[in-house]
């Protein structure tokens, strides 16, 4: 994996060897293998966004509503990508994680939130920023549905500055987690949460 973690609390990383890309390829290869890696006390979402941006490939995260927030620590050596994700799920047992389709989806290990796996017929934007594509998302008829069936009202959404992009395309016969997916790679944020409240509230956001 062609991995390069930003500047975070406690990290330290050292002889990272990278394979170039293969003439022709429409992607450079990642394969490259961090030596070691030492994070204290580091939060779980930031470091997943980080990871997403640098190795260009989508993260979901659906926080565990037991705990809505995860600090660890990790101290890893001549790992690749997916062996930092199994550092990362060890450090926090009360995830796991999965590829699907080219992302990566992290969901308790008790069992994720069934809304996201709502299946949609069709969704089409055209021409939207982020934050407008996940409300158009999320008002679909099929997903009202399922969160009033399950008591669950969808929190006043949060702005993201500067949202220069433009978001279009159609989907067909995908579940609220791959639109989802679809969203953060085509906006380049890469990386999505889902939360749940005790109150009976969620939330979407993108980094």
Not at 28 to 49: E, F, G, H, W, Y
Not at 79 to 100: K, S
Not at 165 to 173: H, I
Request: glycine share 8%; net charge neutral.
């Amino acid at each position: 994996m062609n991995l390069r973690i930003k500047a975070l609390t406690g990290i330290v990383a050292i002889a990272c060897a990278w394979t170039p890309p293969i003439r022709g390829q429409q992607k450079p290869a990642k394969t490259s293998t961090l030596r070691v890696i030492q994070m204290n006390s580091v939060d779980m979402a930031s470091l997943l966004a980080t990871l997403a941006v640098d190795n260009e490939i989508t993260i979901g995260l659906e926080v565990d509503p037991e705990k809505p927030g995860s600090q660890i620590t990790l101290e890893l050596r001549d790992v690749n990508f997916h062996q930092i994700l199994d550092g990362i799920v060890r450090a926090e047992p009360g995830y796991r994680w999965r590829e699907n389709d080219g992302s990566i989806e992290l969901s308790p290990v008790g069992g994720g939130s069934s809304l996201l796996d709502v299946p949609i017929q069709s969704f089409q934007v055209k021409d939207v920023s982020r934050l407008g594509a996940i409300n158009l998302l999320l008002n679909l008829p099929e997903v009202q549905a399922i969160a009033s069936s399950m008591n669950l009202k969808q929190r006043p959404p949060i702005g993201l500055s500067e949202q220069t992009e433009k978001l279009s395309f159609d989907l067909r016969g995908v579940t609220l987690r791959q639109a989802l997916n679809r969203i953060a790679t085509d906006s380049g944020g890469r990386f999505w949460v889902f939360r749940r409240y005790p109150n009976g509230t969620f939330e979407v956001t993108q980094r």
